[in-house]
Protein backbone atom coordinates (compact mmCIF):
# COMPACT_ATOMS: atom_id res chain seq x y z
CA UNK A 1 0.00 0.00 0.00
CA UNK A 2 2.93 2.28 0.60
CA UNK A 3 4.04 1.42 -2.73
CA UNK A 4 1.36 2.53 -4.22
CA UNK A 5 0.89 5.91 -2.11
CA UNK A 6 4.52 7.27 -2.95
CA UNK A 7 3.38 6.25 -6.90
CA UNK A 8 0.45 8.51 -6.66
CA UNK A 9 2.54 11.07 -4.66
CA UNK A 10 5.12 11.16 -7.41
CA UNK A 11 2.85 11.61 -9.99
CA UNK A 12 1.29 14.36 -8.10
CA UNK A 13 4.23 16.02 -7.90
CA UNK A 14 5.30 15.54 -11.72
CA UNK A 15 5.33 18.91 -13.42
CA UNK A 16 3.75 19.41 -17.20
CA UNK A 17 6.81 18.78 -19.86
CA UNK A 18 8.64 21.65 -20.67
CA UNK A 19 6.67 23.75 -23.42
CA UNK A 20 9.51 25.13 -25.04
CA UNK A 21 11.40 21.61 -26.43
CA UNK A 22 8.30 19.66 -26.38
CA UNK A 23 7.15 22.31 -29.14
CA UNK A 24 10.55 22.34 -30.78
CA UNK A 25 10.55 18.16 -30.89
CA UNK A 26 6.81 18.30 -32.19
CA UNK A 27 7.59 21.02 -34.66
CA UNK A 28 10.69 19.03 -36.02
CA UNK A 29 8.66 16.18 -36.47
CA UNK A 30 5.43 17.76 -38.32
CA UNK A 31 8.11 19.12 -40.11
CA UNK A 32 9.70 15.64 -40.82
CA UNK A 33 6.35 14.57 -42.18
CA UNK A 34 6.11 17.08 -45.41
CA UNK A 35 10.07 16.76 -46.00
CA UNK A 36 9.96 12.87 -46.59
CA UNK A 37 6.46 12.84 -47.66
CA UNK A 38 8.40 15.36 -50.64
CA UNK A 39 11.28 14.21 -50.83
CA UNK A 40 10.61 9.90 -50.93
CA UNK A 41 7.25 10.53 -53.03
CA UNK A 42 9.02 9.73 -56.87
CA UNK A 43 11.78 7.01 -55.30
CA UNK A 44 8.97 5.00 -53.14
CA UNK A 45 7.23 4.93 -56.88
CA UNK A 46 10.16 3.12 -58.55
CA UNK A 47 11.38 1.63 -55.72
CA UNK A 48 7.92 -0.19 -54.68
CA UNK A 49 5.56 0.54 -57.14
CA UNK A 50 3.81 2.70 -54.10
CA UNK A 51 4.60 6.62 -53.51
CA UNK A 52 3.39 6.54 -50.34
CA UNK A 53 5.08 3.49 -49.11
CA UNK A 54 7.95 5.23 -47.40
CA UNK A 55 5.67 7.83 -45.66
CA UNK A 56 3.34 5.48 -44.38
CA UNK A 57 5.77 3.66 -43.06
CA UNK A 58 7.54 7.20 -41.20
CA UNK A 59 3.58 7.73 -39.79
CA UNK A 60 3.84 4.44 -38.08
CA UNK A 61 7.09 5.11 -36.06
CA UNK A 62 6.49 8.91 -35.57
CA UNK A 63 3.24 7.63 -32.89
CA UNK A 64 5.22 5.15 -30.90
CA UNK A 65 8.53 7.62 -30.67
CA UNK A 66 5.98 10.28 -29.14
CA UNK A 67 4.56 7.01 -26.72
CA UNK A 68 7.97 6.49 -25.89
CA UNK A 69 8.94 10.18 -24.95
CA UNK A 70 5.88 10.58 -22.54
CA UNK A 71 5.97 6.71 -21.05
CA UNK A 72 9.69 7.38 -20.60
CA UNK A 73 9.71 11.18 -19.44
CA UNK A 74 7.01 9.63 -16.33
CA UNK A 75 9.95 7.26 -14.83
CA UNK A 76 11.46 8.23 -11.63
CA UNK A 77 15.00 9.69 -12.40
CA UNK A 78 16.52 7.71 -9.31
CA UNK A 79 15.35 4.73 -11.14
CA UNK A 80 18.01 5.68 -14.53
CA UNK A 81 20.22 5.79 -11.88
CA UNK A 82 19.90 2.70 -10.70
CA UNK A 83 19.80 0.69 -13.73
CA UNK A 84 22.77 2.23 -15.61
CA UNK A 85 24.61 -1.28 -15.26
CA UNK A 86 21.73 -3.31 -16.59
CA UNK A 87 21.11 -1.31 -19.92
CA UNK A 88 25.19 -0.92 -20.61
CA UNK A 89 25.28 -4.53 -20.28
CA UNK A 90 21.93 -4.85 -22.64
CA UNK A 91 22.84 -2.46 -25.21
CA UNK A 92 26.42 -4.38 -25.15
CA UNK A 93 24.88 -7.88 -25.33
CA UNK A 94 22.91 -6.19 -28.81
CA UNK A 95 25.65 -4.62 -30.19
CA UNK A 96 27.79 -8.16 -30.23
CA UNK A 97 24.47 -9.63 -31.14
CA UNK A 98 24.06 -7.40 -34.19
CA UNK A 99 27.44 -8.97 -35.35
CA UNK A 100 27.03 -12.36 -35.31
CA UNK A 101 26.34 -14.28 -38.94
CA UNK A 102 22.24 -14.88 -38.55
CA UNK A 103 21.14 -12.66 -36.23
CA UNK A 104 22.56 -9.35 -37.96
CA UNK A 105 21.44 -7.96 -41.20
CA UNK A 106 23.85 -6.40 -43.49
CA UNK A 107 23.17 -2.87 -45.56
CA UNK A 108 25.51 -1.45 -47.76
CA UNK A 109 28.16 -3.02 -46.45
CA UNK A 110 27.43 -2.17 -42.66
CA UNK A 111 26.06 -4.63 -40.33
CA UNK A 112 23.86 -3.05 -37.92
CA UNK A 113 20.30 -3.58 -37.96
CA UNK A 114 18.01 -6.36 -36.84
CA UNK A 115 14.86 -7.48 -38.68
CA UNK A 116 11.86 -7.95 -36.71
CA UNK A 117 8.07 -7.76 -37.97
CA UNK A 118 9.19 -5.90 -41.28
CA UNK A 119 11.19 -3.74 -39.26
CA UNK A 120 14.78 -2.61 -39.34
CA UNK A 121 16.14 -1.79 -35.39
CA UNK A 122 19.43 -0.80 -34.63
CA UNK A 123 21.02 -1.15 -31.55
CA UNK A 124 23.23 1.88 -31.55
CA UNK A 125 19.89 3.92 -30.75
CA UNK A 126 19.72 1.94 -27.52
CA UNK A 127 23.69 2.28 -27.02
CA UNK A 128 23.76 6.20 -27.12
CA UNK A 129 21.35 6.96 -24.14
CA UNK A 130 22.72 4.03 -22.37
CA UNK A 131 26.14 5.28 -22.37
CA UNK A 132 25.07 8.70 -21.36
CA UNK A 133 22.97 7.26 -18.20
CA UNK A 134 26.67 5.13 -17.59
CA UNK A 135 28.88 7.85 -17.93
CA UNK A 136 26.21 10.23 -15.42
CA UNK A 137 25.69 7.62 -13.07
CA UNK A 138 29.59 7.11 -12.72
CA UNK A 139 30.92 10.69 -12.36
CA UNK A 140 27.49 11.59 -9.90
CA UNK A 141 28.16 8.74 -7.80
CA UNK A 142 31.88 8.59 -7.62
CA UNK A 143 33.03 12.50 -7.58
CA UNK A 144 36.35 11.18 -5.10
CA UNK A 145 37.63 8.99 -7.33
CA UNK A 146 37.69 11.56 -10.19
CA UNK A 147 41.31 12.79 -9.38
CA UNK A 148 42.82 9.46 -9.94
CA UNK A 149 43.65 8.03 -13.15
CA UNK A 150 42.68 4.32 -12.09
CA UNK A 151 39.78 4.99 -10.41
CA UNK A 152 38.21 8.10 -11.99
CA UNK A 153 38.75 8.39 -16.08
CA UNK A 154 40.34 4.31 -16.56
CA UNK A 155 36.40 3.23 -16.12
CA UNK A 156 34.67 4.80 -18.13
CA UNK A 157 37.85 4.82 -21.03
CA UNK A 158 37.53 1.15 -20.78
CA UNK A 159 33.83 1.06 -21.70
CA UNK A 160 33.62 3.69 -24.38
CA UNK A 161 36.74 2.04 -26.01
CA UNK A 162 34.71 -1.23 -25.72
CA UNK A 163 31.97 0.92 -27.23
CA UNK A 164 34.22 2.16 -29.47
CA UNK A 165 35.45 -1.53 -30.88
CA UNK A 166 32.18 -2.72 -31.63
CA UNK A 167 30.76 0.27 -33.35
CA UNK A 168 34.69 -0.10 -35.96
CA UNK A 169 33.23 -3.22 -36.18
CA UNK A 170 30.09 -2.79 -37.99
CA UNK A 171 31.41 -0.55 -39.14
CA UNK A 172 29.88 3.08 -37.80
CA UNK A 173 32.54 5.78 -37.80
CA UNK A 174 29.95 8.29 -36.95
CA UNK A 175 28.20 6.99 -34.14
CA UNK A 176 32.06 6.40 -32.64
CA UNK A 177 32.79 9.66 -33.50
CA UNK A 178 29.26 11.11 -32.04
CA UNK A 179 30.03 9.09 -28.80
CA UNK A 180 33.54 10.12 -28.42
CA UNK A 181 32.86 13.77 -28.71
CA UNK A 182 30.06 13.78 -26.01
CA UNK A 183 31.56 11.78 -23.52
CA UNK A 184 34.38 14.06 -23.86
CA UNK A 185 32.16 16.84 -22.72
CA UNK A 186 30.57 15.26 -20.12
CA UNK A 187 34.31 14.19 -18.28
CA UNK A 188 34.59 17.76 -18.24
CA UNK A 189 31.63 18.75 -16.75
CA UNK A 190 31.60 16.15 -14.41
CA UNK A 191 35.29 17.35 -12.95
CA UNK A 192 37.64 15.00 -14.64
CA UNK A 193 41.12 16.74 -13.98
CA UNK A 194 42.24 18.50 -17.58
CA UNK A 195 45.62 16.65 -17.80
CA UNK A 196 43.82 13.56 -18.06
CA UNK A 197 41.67 15.12 -20.73
CA UNK A 198 44.56 16.65 -22.43
CA UNK A 199 46.56 13.36 -22.17
CA UNK A 200 43.64 10.98 -23.58
CA UNK A 201 43.33 13.73 -26.36
CA UNK A 202 47.06 13.55 -27.29
CA UNK A 203 46.49 9.15 -27.64
CA UNK A 204 43.17 9.50 -29.60
CA UNK A 205 44.19 12.40 -32.14
CA UNK A 206 47.22 9.96 -33.89
CA UNK A 207 45.20 6.86 -33.53
CA UNK A 208 42.18 8.61 -34.95
CA UNK A 209 44.41 9.39 -37.77
CA UNK A 210 45.64 5.69 -38.27
CA UNK A 211 42.11 4.25 -37.95
CA UNK A 212 41.35 7.02 -41.51
CA UNK A 213 44.60 5.44 -43.19
CA UNK A 214 43.73 2.01 -42.04
CA UNK A 215 39.98 1.97 -44.41
CA UNK A 216 40.40 3.55 -47.43
CA UNK A 217 36.97 4.09 -47.80
CA UNK A 218 37.19 6.90 -44.93
CA UNK A 219 40.11 8.54 -46.73
CA UNK A 220 38.02 8.50 -49.80
CA UNK A 221 35.55 10.37 -47.31
CA UNK A 222 38.06 13.16 -46.48
CA UNK A 223 39.52 13.10 -49.89
CA UNK A 224 36.36 14.11 -51.70
CA UNK A 225 35.12 16.45 -48.63
CA UNK A 226 38.29 18.60 -49.21
CA UNK A 227 37.61 18.70 -52.91
CA UNK A 228 34.56 17.12 -54.17
CA UNK A 229 34.52 18.05 -57.54
CA UNK A 230 37.81 16.55 -58.51
CA UNK A 231 35.52 13.45 -59.29
CA UNK A 232 32.32 14.78 -59.07
CA UNK A 233 31.23 11.51 -60.71
CA UNK A 234 32.31 8.83 -58.22
CA UNK A 235 33.63 9.96 -54.76
CA UNK A 236 32.70 13.22 -54.85
CA UNK A 237 28.94 12.50 -56.77
CA UNK A 238 26.58 13.20 -53.16
CA UNK A 239 28.33 15.60 -51.65
CA UNK A 240 28.34 17.71 -55.42
CA UNK A 241 24.49 16.55 -55.88
CA UNK A 242 23.95 18.11 -52.48
CA UNK A 243 26.02 21.43 -53.02
CA UNK A 244 23.75 21.79 -55.84
CA UNK A 245 20.59 21.81 -54.37
CA UNK A 246 22.00 24.13 -52.20
CA UNK A 247 22.51 26.40 -54.62
CA UNK A 248 19.58 25.86 -56.13
CA UNK A 249 17.26 26.68 -53.83
CA UNK A 250 18.28 30.28 -53.44
CA UNK A 251 16.42 32.97 -50.77
CA UNK A 252 13.33 31.06 -50.79
CA UNK A 253 13.59 27.46 -52.53
CA UNK A 254 11.95 25.97 -55.53
CA UNK A 255 8.83 25.57 -53.62
CA UNK A 256 7.96 22.08 -51.62
CA UNK A 257 7.91 19.43 -54.01
CA UNK A 258 9.31 21.15 -56.71
CA UNK A 259 13.40 20.10 -56.08
CA UNK A 260 14.72 18.32 -58.65
CA UNK A 261 17.85 16.48 -56.92
CA UNK A 262 15.54 13.93 -55.01
CA UNK A 263 14.69 13.20 -58.27
CA UNK A 264 17.62 10.13 -58.16
CA UNK A 265 20.12 12.89 -58.22
CA UNK A 266 21.07 12.54 -54.59
CA UNK A 267 20.61 8.83 -52.65
CA UNK A 268 19.13 8.63 -49.78
CA UNK A 269 17.91 12.22 -50.21
CA UNK A 270 14.85 11.66 -47.75
CA UNK A 271 17.53 9.95 -44.67
CA UNK A 272 21.59 11.59 -44.51
CA UNK A 273 20.25 14.00 -46.82
CA UNK A 274 17.26 15.30 -46.51
CA UNK A 275 18.74 19.16 -45.24
CA UNK A 276 19.97 19.31 -48.78
CA UNK A 277 15.91 18.34 -50.26
CA UNK A 278 15.24 21.08 -47.87
CA UNK A 279 17.40 23.84 -48.76
CA UNK A 280 16.51 23.43 -52.39
CA UNK A 281 12.85 23.27 -51.96
CA UNK A 282 12.56 25.98 -48.92
CA UNK A 283 15.67 27.97 -49.23
CA UNK A 284 18.06 29.87 -47.14
CA UNK A 285 14.79 31.43 -45.40
CA UNK A 286 13.79 27.60 -44.47
CA UNK A 287 17.36 26.17 -43.75
CA UNK A 288 17.95 28.59 -41.34
CA UNK A 289 14.33 28.72 -39.58
CA UNK A 290 15.06 25.19 -39.19
CA UNK A 291 18.83 25.98 -37.83
CA UNK A 292 16.56 28.40 -35.05
CA UNK A 293 14.39 25.34 -34.08
CA UNK A 294 17.46 23.26 -33.34
CA UNK A 295 19.36 26.23 -31.66
CA UNK A 296 16.21 26.87 -29.41
CA UNK A 297 15.94 23.06 -28.71
CA UNK A 298 19.39 22.91 -27.79
CA UNK A 299 19.72 26.02 -25.90
CA UNK A 300 16.62 24.85 -23.74
CA UNK A 301 18.23 21.21 -23.20
CA UNK A 302 21.29 23.18 -21.54
CA UNK A 303 19.47 26.22 -19.74
CA UNK A 304 17.37 22.76 -18.06
CA UNK A 305 20.71 21.25 -17.29
CA UNK A 306 22.38 24.03 -15.22
CA UNK A 307 18.74 23.78 -13.24
CA UNK A 308 19.95 20.98 -11.55
CA UNK A 309 22.04 21.09 -8.38
CA UNK A 310 22.23 17.53 -8.47
CA UNK A 311 24.93 16.17 -10.84
CA UNK A 312 23.08 13.10 -12.26
CA UNK A 313 20.14 14.89 -13.53
CA UNK A 314 22.58 17.98 -15.08
CA UNK A 315 25.17 15.18 -16.54
CA UNK A 316 22.12 13.34 -17.97
CA UNK A 317 20.24 16.27 -19.93
CA UNK A 318 23.69 17.79 -20.84
CA UNK A 319 24.82 14.20 -22.35
CA UNK A 320 20.89 13.60 -24.26
CA UNK A 321 21.34 17.49 -25.41
CA UNK A 322 24.75 17.82 -26.87
CA UNK A 323 24.11 14.15 -28.70
CA UNK A 324 21.46 15.61 -30.14
CA UNK A 325 23.23 18.73 -30.89
CA UNK A 326 26.19 17.19 -32.23
CA UNK A 327 24.22 15.10 -34.52
CA UNK A 328 22.31 18.15 -35.85
CA UNK A 329 25.76 19.75 -36.70
CA UNK A 330 27.44 16.75 -38.76
CA UNK A 331 24.14 15.92 -40.96
CA UNK A 332 24.17 19.97 -42.05
CA UNK A 333 27.68 19.90 -41.95
CA UNK A 334 28.02 16.85 -44.34
CA UNK A 335 25.45 17.87 -46.37
CA UNK A 336 26.85 21.59 -46.71
CA UNK A 337 30.26 20.64 -47.69
CA UNK A 338 32.15 21.60 -44.38
CA UNK A 339 32.65 18.14 -42.62
CA UNK A 340 33.55 14.84 -44.25
CA UNK A 341 30.37 13.40 -46.08
CA UNK A 342 29.05 11.02 -42.78
CA UNK A 343 25.88 8.64 -42.55
CA UNK A 344 24.60 10.48 -39.97
CA UNK A 345 20.39 11.09 -39.94
CA UNK A 346 19.26 14.45 -38.67
CA UNK A 347 17.15 14.30 -35.51
CA UNK A 348 13.82 14.21 -35.92
CA UNK A 349 13.10 15.07 -39.27
CA UNK A 350 15.43 12.12 -41.32
CA UNK A 351 13.40 8.83 -41.87
CA UNK A 352 14.59 6.37 -39.80
CA UNK A 353 12.40 4.29 -37.39
CA UNK A 354 15.44 3.27 -35.31
CA UNK A 355 16.92 6.61 -35.01
CA UNK A 356 13.48 8.06 -34.02
CA UNK A 357 13.05 5.81 -31.44
CA UNK A 358 16.86 6.70 -29.98
CA UNK A 359 16.03 9.97 -30.05
CA UNK A 360 12.66 10.19 -28.30
CA UNK A 361 14.55 8.08 -25.67
CA UNK A 362 16.79 11.31 -25.42
CA UNK A 363 14.16 13.66 -24.84
CA UNK A 364 12.35 11.51 -22.61
CA UNK A 365 15.24 11.28 -20.41
CA UNK A 366 15.69 14.91 -20.83
CA UNK A 367 12.11 15.44 -19.50
CA UNK A 368 12.32 12.64 -16.86
CA UNK A 369 14.90 14.45 -14.97
CA UNK A 370 12.58 18.58 -15.73
CA UNK A 371 9.82 16.94 -14.62
CA UNK A 372 10.25 15.79 -11.44
CA UNK A 373 12.70 18.45 -10.77
CA UNK A 374 10.21 21.06 -11.22
CA UNK A 375 7.40 19.10 -9.77
CA UNK A 376 9.47 19.41 -6.41
CA UNK A 377 10.04 23.14 -7.21
CA UNK A 378 7.56 25.11 -4.11
CA UNK A 379 4.67 26.66 -5.65
CA UNK A 380 5.56 29.41 -7.52
CA UNK A 381 8.72 29.16 -8.24
CA UNK A 382 9.88 29.53 -11.38
CA UNK A 383 12.59 27.34 -12.34
Not at 229 to 257: C, E, K
Request: charged letters at 10%; hydrophobic letters at 55%.
Amino acid sequence: MSGVTDMSRQSRLLAAPDPILTACVLALIAFSTLMVYSSSISIAEVRYHDSLRIIRHWLMYIPIGLLVVWWLSRVEITWWRAIALPILGLALLLMVAVLLPGLGREINGAQRWFSLAGMTLQPVELLKPAIIIYMAYYLASFPDRLHQFSTGLAPMLFVLITVLALLLLQPDFGSAALLTSVCFCMWFVGGIPMRHLGGLLATLLPLTAIAMIAEPYRMQRLTSFIDPWNDPFGSGYQLVQSMIAFGSGGLFGTGIGQGVQKLFYLPEVFTDFISASIAEELGLIGTLSLILVFAILLGRGLLLAMQHTDMFPRLLILGCTLLIGFAFIINMGAAMGIMPTKGMPMPFVSYGGSALIGECILIGLILSAQRQHNGNQPRGVNP
